[in-house]
């Protein structure tokens, strides 16, 4: 580990190259120094000076062969003839002895962040160890002009301002960060600081993960972006002596200066004559590989591809594509190999064709051909796919997922389904073909019920591909469809639910061990109507809610039939739970349990209309590419959380 950090790192090869061409220099100047020099640096000063240039000359090929502990107690020696010496006065010593100053404070950074113990190392007037903030101000180095992050100028008002209540001023959780070379030594669980590598890095991880700042302070992503960056680049000290208190660091610095920032590449809207596509030819790609590292939620090394908008803008290291020059743009490097590791990173690397793709879409300009550059990059695959692929290419494609999620929940030989299609459906079950032909005819009769219901238009299926039903006779293997194709526990409650993700649109249904006819239950015909209702609205557009899509099937199914006995017990449960809620909007945001979140939305759905002018626009919008928030506005001339307050009142009222 310290061979990898150090090799190349801290102690190039350059700077080695430069320490000996540093003593060769001492060496001719104690040689030919002027009569009065002569006089002034005696013949045991010298060879002091000799051997302290011996001593850092060795540890810095130590440090560059990666052996940090063979290299502190040459350092640690080197200090000590530095300060003995020093303590002498001699103009003309101070003057020799400077250089190998400044080289022993550079070696010095890297031995307290690989966490070895190191003697405080102070010339003349520089910051005592126990100075308090205000008793002296000394000269803050001005920030590198480089482009590099200054740990004065950029990273120390950061922690002090973010971290300072508990880790400067205080211990708290035994970590304390008072000086530069506390911070360096970390906790007592270790090191928090790992040079070149920020990522991984206690102290990026703990700010990533939310877990610090407590009390309130928030890191900013600038902030984070800017403290990564300087780990990477080797977590430089320009702060003078490492010991000194870190907010006397900053006393004369200037306020906290901003990283500089890259011009904004502005949106190119496509023309629609172009070769490539974002929406086609990228947006798929990115969304299935690259989403694990660079999504929404702490991407790393800032970089998210959650939208259009996010890509373009790249991050801490800068933009990740040059419109035009894909050989320039480090995403096409990346994806290759050409520089650091291979992206996706511990994934198999990505087909020549989609890397051609990328590469000529980048070629093409970089262009933007989506409904808006802030859809998530899922959504604008999916939206993509739903408005250019055929009803056959989506069925092909979802049977063969059909037969991936049917081998998941039901492994084995034992387990192989019975299977049967229609025109718009495929449905799997363990039993007789005869019972999931009755499934696939009641499924094809409820289709035209919610087409009417819905007055969607008849020249074109209502969902696009066929839809699967998977039919369960035992409520054991529906829970196994839950847990393994969905990663969840199927609600007791529930004999059936529904899918949708363009790619896949599925619903299943629990024949018995449940059962139908029950007083509090419902008919096939009813489930299978609410389901498939759902799948329709959920299809209309990329990115729906859930709770929009299900509270509408449910809506439809009390349409359909008002006497059920389900839309019965949803309606006196509507009030109860409303008035029991945290918010009004609370079945919107996971603010409620999955059941009553169901009823509570079809309560706000149904209050709608669904088949009406204004649920009609609504699904108009829709169908447009508008997200849904944007759309309730244009239609209903408020928020959904401002019509769910409306509602709420007035359905508590009325309990």
């Known amino acids: 580990m310290i061979a990898r950090r150090f090799a190349g790192g801290y102690v190039a090869g350059g700077h080695v190259a430069r320490g000996c061409v540093v003593w060769t220099a001492l060496v001719v100047l104690a040689a030919f120094v002027s009569p009065r020099a002569e006089a002034a640096v005696t013949a045991e000063q010298r060879a002091k000076i000799a051997a302290c240039g011996r001593d850092i000359l060795a540890a810095e090929k130590e440090l560059k062969s990666g052996d940090a502990k063979l290299a502190a107690p040459l350092v640690a020696k080197a200090q000590a003839a530095l300060v003995e010496l020093y303590a002498s006065g001699d103009r003309d010593v101070l003057r020799v002895i400077d250089p190998l100053k400044k080289r022993v404070e550079t070696l010095r ?8 113990d190191i003697p405080p190392f102070k010339l003349g007037d520089e910051t005592p160890d126990d100075a308090k903030p205000g008793d002296t101000k000394p000269a803050v180095p001005d920030a590198p002009d480089d482009g590099k992050v200054s740990f004065v100028k950029h990273v120390a008002p950061m922690l002090v301002a973010k971290c300072g209540r508990c880790h400067v001023d ?31 890095s206690r102290i990026v991880e703990l700010i990533e993960q939310g877990d ?12 984070l972006a800017a403290l990564t960056k300087w780990i990477d680049e080797g977590a430089n000290f320009d702060g003078g002596n490492v010991n000194a208190p870190i907010k006397s660091l900053i006393a004369n610095a200037a306020a906290p200066a901003p990283m500089p920032e890259q011009p904004k590449l502005d949106v190119v809207q496509a023309t629609g004559n172009e070769a490539s596509s974002w929406s086609r030819d990228v947006a798929a790609v990115v969304a299935e590989s690259c ?46 190999g050409q520089v650091g590791d291979r992206m996706p990173l511990r994934q198999p690397p990505l087909s020549d064709a989609a890397i051609a793709k990328i590469e000529k879409w980048i070629a093409d300009g970089a ?3 989506g409904a808006s550059p802030q859809a998530p990059t899922a959504q604008v695959a999916e939206l993509y796919i739903a408005k250019h692929a055929t009803h056959e290419d989506l069925s092909k494609s979802r049977a063969a997922l059909a037969e991936v999620n049917w081998r998941l929940a039901a492994p084995g030989d034992e387990n192989k389904p019975t299977v049967v299609s229609t025109e718009n459906f495929l449905v799997y079950g363990k039993t007789t ?54 990663k969840r526990q199927v609600p007791r409650a529930w004999y059936g639910h529904w899918g949708y993700s363009v790619t896949d649109a599925y619903a299943c249904v629990l024949l018995s061990g449940g059962g139908f006819g029950d007083a509090n239950e419902t008919s096939l015909d009813l489930l299978l109507a609410q389901q498939l209702a759902s799948i329709y609205v959920a299809s209309q557009g990329a990115g729906i809610p859930r709770w929009f899509a299900e509270g509408s ?72 590419g508008q997200p849904l928030d944007k759309a309730w506005v244009q239609v209903f001339r408020g928020t959904p959380q401002r019509s769910a307050q409306v509602w709420a009142a007035r359905v508590v009222r009325g309990r």
Request: net charge positive; aromatic share 8%; hydrophobic share 40%.
């Open 109 to 116: 950074t890297p031995l307290l962040l690989e966490g070895l």
């Open 291 to 336: 989403m694990g590292c660079h999504g929404d939620r702490q991407p790393r090394a800032q970089l998210s591809f959650a939208s259009f908008e996010t890509f373009l803008r790249g991050g801490q290291g800068g933009r990740v594509i040059v419109p035009g020059k894909p050989a320039d743009s480090l995403l096409i490097k990346k994806l290759k």
């Open 367 to 369: 262009k933007f051909d």
């Open 553 to 624: 099937g449910r809506a439809v199914v009390a349409a359909l039939d008002s006497r059920d006995a389900r839309v019965k017990a949803w309606d006196g449960a509507v009030g109860t739970i409303m008035a029991g809620a945290p918010r009004a909007d609370a079945f919107m945001s996971g603010g409620l349990p999955p059941e009553e979140a169901d009823v509570a939305s079809y309560g706000f759905i149904k209050d709608l209309k669904p088949g009406s002018r204004n649920y009609e626009k609504l699904l108009d919008a829709l169908r447009a």
């Open 212 to 223: 610090m700042p407590r009390g309130g302070a928030k890191v900013t992503a600038d902030e």
């Open 433 to 486: 073909e005869a019972e999931l032909k009755e499934v696939a005819d009641t499924a094809e009769a409820q289709l035209e019920r919610v087409a009417k219901t819905l007055k969607a238009p008849e020249d074109k299926p209502l969902i696009k591909g066929r839809t699967t039903i998977y039919a369960f006779k035992q409520r054991y293997d529906y829970g196994e469809f839950g847990r393994m194709v969905e």
């Open 170 to 200: 205080d211990s708290k959780g035994k970590f304390n960060m008072a000086n530069f070379a506390a911070l360096a030594k970390g906790s007592e669980a270790g090191r928090v600081i790992f040079p070149k590598d920020g990522k991984s």
